[in-house]
């Protein structure tokens, strides 16, 4: 018997074991509840774009997805469908879609969980004959019954057994509009139009986190989807919201995306779990709050996976003894399921716990030194998302600037003063570099989609609000301020971390063929005046390395001088020249040291 003494969690930062004591029952070995099941709930009446975007995401789903995993498809339009995949050539099945779901035939009933959702390596005949027969049973502009949809499945899973493992992810071609759960366009109005028009499907995304269903929102459309009030299906459950023009980018954009996604190693049924010294205790997890007096903090992840971000907020009762370290404990225990071909089981129940000793700050400046520019923004951003939904976007706006207002106020507080350099606004930072990319961040900021203009959509906001919602701290420093680094004709790195301005594409003579490579996360732009780079080049080599180990499928587009189609996209991202997203960074440094000077006045 081990000694407490000697438990990995307490003797080392990270540990990660096979877990002992599982969350819920022990499953039976005769059904589904240690198998990974994964449901496409595919719409039927989007255009030809759409059913092909949709038939090649779903191939790509079961070319990279472990074969010991079971997937089904249903469909919906103004009725449900289902494919009983008992045998290679699977039968068509539909039933009413209710409007409130009691008058309709159960799924179960219709066709058995395990006959609908059967193992890829046994039944992979019978999956793509159904994902083919898509293409024929499309009803381009029919009604689009996605709340009954979603209500049906959720029974059916509900009605099994034992506990499951079900990852649901939902393709939709627009709103809801037949039975329960319709959805009809609104303004954004400062922030009015980015609140739900219905209960309804936070309801069923509560339901679904209580089963330990992951539901993905996929909407390849430029039209309205309603996402204001479907959020909460991917936000309550560890799920993402996936948006994609269905004319540009090409939709093969989708699949490599879920590709990637799936090519990854994935989390069911989580249970994160943060303890914390007694002086202190979390007070909100992401956009949930937590209702618990003790110092500790549960909370339930449907789905996750390496690219899973989770935000946390603690609330301070005492100051911290000096002699003494405050301390943070995670334990995340979840259904583990390793990436095609890494391993010959299915699904181990596992349990990572990090401990970690926290230092605390004596004084301003070594608290500025400190700090993580990367997480100081996404945390930010945090506060900033929930301030636009509550009060509105020009109130998100102010905050951000108050923000930056103080934080260079404090700045010069703490900055050495000499004769030679008297006190006053170094924007830039030079004395404490932790906190040096913060200006640019907060610009970036206040230019994106969640608060440069009022005239975005609702739809786009709420997915700009899921992706900050969910992403990794240093991805999020991408989708706000892309890295601009410029390369020599002989693909020698010239500089790095360059402003987003068109000056900084203004290049020597001797070096008029230089390449700029802008990297958004999910695009990077190869600037340049000469031919496409050539795969066994130096910067051919960095760019293939980019495209590895990223939450997205990147897309390389390649630009050839002002005069090319693509230049205007790419000169969308030089943000830090006025534009109509807003005033120049210059002006926003110039609006900086005169409220500043207001302050220290």
Not at 47 to 66: N, Q, R, W
Request: aromatic share 8%; glycine share 6%; net charge negative.
């Amino acid at each position: 018997m081990m000694t407490r003494a000697l438990l990995a969690e307490l003797n080392l930062a990270h540990a990660e074991y096979p877990s002992d004591v599982p969350s819920e029952a022990q499953p039976t070995a005769d059904d589904l509840s240690m198998k990974p099941i994964y449901i496409a709930l595919v719409d039927l009446t989007g255009d030809a774009l759409f059913i092909e975007a949709v038939s090649a995401s779903l191939l790509a789903l079961l070319e990279g997805l472990p074969t010991c995993a079971h997937f089904g498809i249903v469909t919906f339009a103004e009725r449900i469908g289902l494919f009983d995949m008992s045998s290679s050539h699977p039968l068509y099945k539909t039933v009413a879609a209710a409007g409130d779901a009691t008058g309709a035939l159960a799924l179960s009933d219709v066709c058995p969980l395990h006959r609908m959702a059967t193992e890829i390596c046994l039944c992979l005949d019978a999956i793509t004959n159904a994902v083919e027969s898509l293409r024929v049973l499309a009803c381009p502009g029919g009604q689009r019954a996605f709340g009954p949809a979603l209500e049906a499945l959720l029974q059916c899973i509900a009605s099994h057994k034992s506990p499951l493992n079900v990852r649901v992810l939902a393709f939709l071609s627009g709103a809801p509009n037949n039975g329960t759960g319709i959805l009809r366009p609104v303004e954004l109005a400062n922030g009015a139009g980015l609140n739900p028009t219905t209960t309804y499907y936070k309801e069923k995304a509560q339901q679904a986190a209580l089963l330990g269903v992951g539901v993905d929102i996929i909407a390849v459309t430029s039209s309205f989807v309603g996402l204001p009030s479907l959020r909460f299906l991917p936000e309550l459950t560890g799920g993402y919201v996936r948006v994609y023009d269905p004319a540009w980018p090409k939709s093969s954009v989708l699949a490599r995306d879920l590709f990637a996604w799936c090519s990854q190693p994935q989390g069911f049924r989580g249970e994160l779990k943060i303890l914390t010294s007694p002086m202190f205790r979390v007070s909100r997890v992401s956009s949930c709050p937590v209702n618990d007096a003790a110092t500790s903090a549960l909370v339930k992840l449907a789905g996750c996976d390496p690219f899973t971000s989770v935000a946390v907020d603690f609330d301070f009762s005492a100051r911290f003894p000096s002699v003494e370290e405050p301390v943070v404990q995670v334990a995340l225990t979840y259904n583990h399921l390793a990436p095609r071909g890494a391993s010959k089981s299915c699904l181990q129940r596992r349990m990572r716990v990090h401990t970690m000793k926290l230092q605390t700050a004596a004084t301003a400046a070594e608290l500025y030194n400190s700090c993580n520019a990367d997480v100081v923004v996404a945390l930010l951003s945090q506060k900033i998302m929930r301030a636009s939904l509550e009060q509105g976007l020009a109130e998100a706006r102010l905050l951000v600037q108050d923000f930056v207002v103080l934080l260079a106020t404090h700045y010069i507080e703490i900055a050495p003063a000499t004769a030679a350099a008297p006190r006053s606004l170094d924007f830039a930072f030079t004395t404490c570099p932790s906190i040096a990319p913060l200006p640019r961040l907060l610009f970036g900021l206040l230019k994106c989609p969640l608060m440069g203009t009022d005239t975005v959509s609702p739809d786009t906001w709420i997915y700009y609000h899921s992706l900050f919602t969910g992403l990794p701290c240093e991805w999020l420093h991408l989708i706000l301020y892309p890295s601009l680094a410029a390369y020599s004709a002989q693909e020698t790195l010239m500089a790095s971390d360059l402003p987003l301005s068109q000056s900084s594409l203004a290049v020597d003579p001797a070096s008029k063929h230089a390449y700029f490579v802008l990297d958004c996360l999910t695009r990077v732009f190869v600037y340049a005046t000469m031919a496409a780079v050539a795969k066994g080049t130096t910067l051919g080599e960095a760019l293939r390395a980019a495209r590895r180990g990223r939450p997205f499928a990147l897309t390389v587009t390649h630009v050839r001088g002002a005069e090319d189609p693509e230049f205007a996209a790419f000169a969308g991202h030089l943000v830090e020249d006025h534009n109509s997203s807003g005033m120049s960074f210059d002006k926003f440094a110039t609006f900086v040291a005169s409220e500043v000077s207001k302050v220290t006045r």
